[in-house]
């Protein structure tokens, strides 16, 4: 990064509607060494961690506020040419969407980009819940342990670097807790030091962006390559189906059914490197503007394996309550 940049970047004023996104980084150190140089500028920037269906999580910068799509527009010019980093201008998106019936003679990426804007569009779903000051997801996991249907109760909690997760259910007591202060498990009451590196992974593996990512990156899921070759398909059980036919064997979408009227996903087979993968999806809930889930997924694996997720709330919260992240107490 050069001091010319860095002084071009001082002059502007921040406060707006835009923001710029660079990325994606394979490694945190990387993301905080380019976040140190936004800073020096005086720019409001931090990092932000995703998780990408079949990829798992990746570092992205952001660099908000800014208050013009011309100033968006030059920052993420000058931030890609120094950083030879993919650089994206997005736009928050306030308004809420309102689904339209259309007429069966839409096109199949007529469709695609209904779903896509049904989920969110691409500053919503999973790019929201990113920018969020804090998140908190209940859910509920029911699937078959030792030939047994058992349900484990998982509490989530994510602020900054933060992280609380509580999970109940048969045989299962346990609590970790995250900060950067250190990094504890408390299982049978008893509280055991954990490696931090290992342990934020650990708990992330619980974050609504990786449990729920078929619906919450709609908007990169159906930008994939193979989705340009989609067609109209019989055999949606309701909505339409959209795919490349037959029982494509490579990883990536294999099908989606989709909700002419709403957009939203009813259905996805997605081909992992562990075999095929089907989400059905029901019970729909706008959580907030630009974000919409589905708050019961049935999942059936291509090994006979069935899981049931079932939401009791998904909250973008300011702050999680006073002693979150505390040592827990034996």
């Known amino acids: 990064m050069v001091m010319g940049w860095i002084m071009w970047l001082a002059g502007m004023a921040w406060a707006g509607d835009f923001y710029v996104e660079l990325g994606p980084l394979p490694e945190r150190a990387e993301a905080q060494e380019t976040l140190g140089t936004i800073r020096e500028a005086g720019l409001e920037g931090r990092i932000v961690r995703r998780f990408r269906l079949g990829e798992g999580w990746e570092f992205m910068v952001l660099v908000e506020h800014i208050p013009t799509r011309a100033d968006a527009d030059r920052l993420a010019s000058r931030l890609g040419t120094e950083t030879r980093r993919p650089v994206t201008v997005y736009e928050i998106d306030t308004e809420e969407h309102v689904p339209v019936v259309q007429p069966q003679t839409r096109s199949v990426q007529d469709y695609v980009a209904a779903a896509r804007q049904a989920h969110g569009g691409e500053s919503g779903g999973a790019s929201l819940l990113s920018r969020a000051e804090a998140v908190h997801f209940v859910y509920e996991r029911t699937l078959k342990v030792s030939g ?183």
């Open 148 to 330: 047994k249907e058992q349900t484990f109760l998982h509490d989530y909690w994510r602020e900054g670097a933060n992280r609380r997760l509580v999970v109940d259910g048969p045989g299962v007591d346990s609590l970790a807790v995250e900060t950067a202060g250190g990094s504890w498990l408390k299982v049978a009451a008893q509280v055991h030091t954990r490696d931090i590196g290992v342990m934020i992974n650990q708990v992330d593996a619980f974050a609504p962006e990786a449990v729920m990512a078929v619906v919450l990156d709609v908007w990169h899921l159906l930008a994939a390559p193979e989705v340009q070759s989609f067609r109209l398909l019989e055999g949606a059980d309701s909505g339409v189906r959209l795919g490349l036919g037959g029982r494509e064997e490579e990883p990536g979408i294999s099908f989606v059914d989709i909700d002419p009227a709403t957009g939203r996903l009813l259905q996805v087979r997605y081909i992992t490197d562990a075999g095929p993968v089907e989400y059905t999806m029901q019970d729909y809930r706008d959580v907030a503007p630009g974000l919409t889930l589905p708050f019961q997924v049935h999942i059936e694996r291509g090994d006979g394996r069935k899981e049931q997720i079932q939401i009791r709330q998904l909250e973008i919260a300011a702050h999680a309550p006073e002693g979150s992240f505390s040592k827990p107490s034996t």
